[in-house]
């Protein structure tokens, strides 16, 4: 038997194979046994209702695609008072994905989840645009990252993870202020922005013009900054990027991720998730590793894995 | 719920191709067995297909399709226009090959209580989407709208009851549609009416179906990501209960919408 259970900070999950936020809800539970995955993340929850971007809202490429959704919900008040007894149904332990127009607005959230039973943890989805920095993502910059991170973490005691934008040019600087603010964890990482035209109509194929890349083409970009953030921290990575096999999870946990979190490969195999569990624990079991939590950063330098350790 | 033999409402399933044929120039006729997959297919659900050709080569994302016919005997048809890179590889299938299912998905067609005789008003290919309701214990009459008589795809249809309208004579034009319905519901009024394939014909029997009266719904299309509810890119603007308009998802509230809250697109 190989040992699959996973600590994530003060958390301890039973498997380190969860979904990545937006490419998931309860629906899945239609089409597999939700309560066999390490947890459940949310889609992305806002302050306030959102009607989400223009439509075409996704554009297909090439072993993946570009998406430009634009955190559609219904907000805050309905998530507490109408999802979460949808998602109690489930024995997992639920992160919520929170994103906020502003650090004060993510504050205001992050302390209303805090009072909110059920809630295992916070994940600060730090890529949306802040309104108070001319509409740049918060995880652009290490300084207005850590100010959204250090808001979250005074107004909640909650585990926080972060989730990282590879929309950034020093994701390893980003790392470090949010480990320094208060992360427990750092998500690793958000889509990249990429645009697709429509050679007909010589227009954007996105309502929004451009999107986030996202699916197995995405992966080594993702797998990159997990490497270069595993070398940065010494907090806990969760890797996310075009996972859609176990070989995939091997190589991100390998980079130095103690979890992965599966997105756009669910919507092509419904149960990718659990594909990658029981390829993970099969792969495990054929190299004689006894815990999954060995895998982790066994590719990095010697000198890094034992910063990482 | 109804579950599958996994236990689970909706399933992946290898299906065997048992037929593959070209009808008509753009058309395509796929024919699979899904003992599994049928018992549990009502009228007006889709299914999310892998459009892979026996090489494997095909676009990455799956895409949505109408299951057209539900056999008896555990057989799913899908009929569809062979468009870009995706129905293209569909096309490609042979007998023996096996093509990736993910279904059944979404909410299909209901009738009103008591129904007895519907209409139905079909464009193009939206006919593989409404015939299905030719299997329910109801008398239905076809009003079928093609480009040009070798497009109709009549016996694929099924219906035994249909008239025909095309653009090529002038038929298919908005005024000319709307006399043939007016004579229809004076003459023979359906209990409810029901639509897929065109905007413009959507419009007309909805304006049409609130004039007399008449219960009806539509059949949506949307592009989808995930087609199980997960991604929001399929919504469409439809009118809720109490009449503002919302976003709905089409893969999962849809794709069958009442006729009245439905909105052009
Ligand atoms: C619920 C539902 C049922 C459908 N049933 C049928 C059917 O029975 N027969 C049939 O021929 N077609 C049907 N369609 C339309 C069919 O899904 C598209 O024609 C198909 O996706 C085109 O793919 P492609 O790769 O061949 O074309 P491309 O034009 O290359 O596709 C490019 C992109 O556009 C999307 N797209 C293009 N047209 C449509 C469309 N009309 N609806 C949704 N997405 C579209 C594709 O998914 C893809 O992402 C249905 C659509 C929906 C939503
Ligand atoms: C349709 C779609 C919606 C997404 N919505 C969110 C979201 O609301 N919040 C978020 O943090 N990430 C969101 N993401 C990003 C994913 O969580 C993930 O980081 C990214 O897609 C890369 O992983 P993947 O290649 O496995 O999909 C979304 C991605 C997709 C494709
Ligand atoms: S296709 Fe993903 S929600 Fe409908």
Redesign the pocket.
């Known amino acids: 038997m190989v040992r699959l259970a996973t600590r994530i900070g003060g958390l301890t999950l039973a498997n380190p194979v969860m979904p990545?936020?937006?490419?998931f809800g309860p629906e899945l539970a239609e089409v597999m046994d939700l309560n066999r995955l390490g947890a459940l993340v949310t889609?992305?929850v806002t302050p306030e209702a959102r009607l989400g971007n223009a439509l075409p809202r996704?554009a297909e490429t090439e072993n993946?695609?570009l998406?430009s959704?634009g955190?559609p919900g219904k907000g805050l008040a309905h998530f507490t008072a109408k999802a979460m007894p949808e998602w109690r149904r489930f024995r997992v332990p639920l992160v919520v994905?929170l994103?906020a127009p502003s650090v004060a607005e993510f504050a205001r959230a992050a302390a209303v989840l805090a009072a909110t039973p059920g809630v295992a943890a916070i994940?600060a989805?730090i890529?949306c645009p802040n309104l108070e920095e001319d509409g740049r993502a918060f995880a652009m910059l290490p300084d207005s990252a850590a100010a959204a991170v250090a808001a979250i973490r005074a107004a909640s005691a909650l585990p926080l993870w972060v989730?990282l934008s590879p929309n950034t040019a020093d994701i390893a600087a980003v790392a470090r202020a949010c480990e320094a603010a208060g992360a427990e964890a750092l998500v690793v990482?958000?889509?990249i922005l990429g645009l697709a035209i429509d050679i007909e109509t010589a227009r954007p194929k996105l309502g929004a013009s451009m999107g986030?890349f996202?699916?197995p083409a995405?992966?080594p970009i993702?797998l990159r900054l997990v490497w270069q953030c595993a070398q940065a921290v010494g907090i806990p990575i969760i890797g996310?990027?075009?996972?859609s096999t176990a070989e995939d999870a091997v190589e991100f946990m390998m980079a130095g991720a103690s979890a992965v979190?599966?997105?756009?490969?669910s919507f092509v195999q419904p149960t990718a998730m659990l594909d990658v569990l029981d390829g993970l624990a099969a792969f495990c079991a054929r190299r004689g590793i006894t815990d999954v939590a060995q895998l982790v950063g066994m590719a990095l330098p010697a000198r890094e894995r034992l910063a990482a350790e | 719920m109804d579950t599958a033999p996994s236990g689970f409402a909706i399933a992946q399933h290898a299906c065997p191709v048992l037929e593959s044929a070209p009808v008509g120039q753009r058309y395509h006729r796929l024919v699979v067995a899904a003992p599994g997959l049928a018992v549990r297919t009502r009228p007006g659900q889709f299914c999310h297909l892998l459009c892979r050709d026996a090489g494997g080569n095909g676009p990455y994302l799956r895409r949505p399709m109408s299951i057209w016919r539900i056999g008896t005997d555990g057989t799913l048809g899908f009929l569809l226009h062979v468009k870009g890179r995706g129905t293209a590889a569909l096309a490609r299938l042979r007998p023996g090959d096996a093509l990736d299912v993910v279904g059944p998905l979404g909410v299909g067609f209901s009738l009103p209580p008591g129904a007895r005789r519907v209409l139905v008003l079909a464009r193009g290919v939206g006919l593989a989407t409404l015939a299905p309701l030719n299997a329910l214990p109801v008398a239905v009459h076809a009003v079928l709208s093609a480009r040009a008589p070798e497009d109709l795809m009549a016996a694929e249809f099924g219906a035994s009851s249909f008239e025909a309208v095309f653009d090529s004579d002038g038929s298919s034009a908005p005024a000319a549609v709307e006399a043939l319905l007016r004579r229809r519901f004076e003459r023979e009024r359906p209990d409810a009416v029901f639509t897929c394939g065109s905007n413009r014909l959507f419009l007309l029997l909805q304006r049409l179906a609130a004039e007399y009266g008449i219960p009806g719904q539509v059949a949506l299309e949307q592009q989808m990501?995930c087609g199980l509810g997960m991604?929001f890119?399929c919504v469409r603007d439809i009118r809720d209960d109490a009449g503002q308009v919302t976003h709905q998802r089409v893969c999962r509230e849809g794709p069958v919408f009442d006729l009245q809250r439905a909105m052009s697109w």
């Open positions: 990545a936020s937006g490419t889609k992305s996704l993946g695609l998406n959704i955190i994905s994103s994940e989805n890529s989730k990482a958000n889509t986030g996202s699916g995405f992966k993702a996310v990027g075009g996972i979190q599966v997105g756009t490969a | 990501g991604c890119c």
